[in-house]
């Protein structure tokens, strides 16, 4: 049986509440530079907080919503092709940062378990949305998600970069 849309919404929202108020453990290991997938390269994170900032924010406020939001105010789409659309815009992405890909990726590469999880979820409640109306509910969650994941992870977790060497 497949999960419905409106108790998807209701975890999500469940979860951006929780997170206002408690520091994700993901966010936190991210602030302390600690990535058991094996992301980054010879003990640099920078990479890892950058691409956690700009990816997430590609797939939301660049990419993913103003697409998607084209295609729920075209008539000629309809809410199957928005679903797809979908699928086709954030299932990538969102496995690449919060899957485990045993056997070389052990842990979610960048730290995002919960973005891949919530995509599946959404994913997997696109049997129950019937209406383009439904699938816009559904999808105006990113609004409320956006500047958390934005706004948590790379400010909060900010490496301690040394000082230039002048000279």
Not at 29 to 56: E, K, Y
């Amino acid at each position: 049986m497949s999960k419905h849309w409106k108790d998807v919404k209701a975890a999500i929202e469940k979860d951006i509440d929780r997170i206002w108020f408690e520091e994700p453990e993901e966010v936190k290991m991210s602030r302390l530079g600690i990535f058991p997938s094996g992301a980054g390269s010879h003990d640099q994170v920078l990479g890892n907080l950058f691409f956690q900032a700009c990816d997430t924010q590609a797939m939301g406020w660049w990419t993913v919503g103003p697409a998607i939001s084209a295609a729920l105010s075209d008539d000629t789409f309809s809410v199957e092709h928005c679903k797809r659309m979908w699928k086709y815009l954030n299932v990538h992405m969102a496995r690449l940062m919060g899957a485990k890909l045993e056997p070389n990726c052990p842990a979610p590469w960048l730290n995002l378990p919960k973005l891949w999880e919530f995509c599946q979820d959404i994913v997997e409640a696109f049997d129950t949305i019937e209406t383009k109306e439904e699938f816009e509910d559904l999808e105006q969650l990113r609004e409320r998600s956006e500047p958390l994941v934005l706004c948590c992870v790379p400010v909060g977790a900010r490496p301690q970069l040394p000082a230039p060497h002048s000279g």
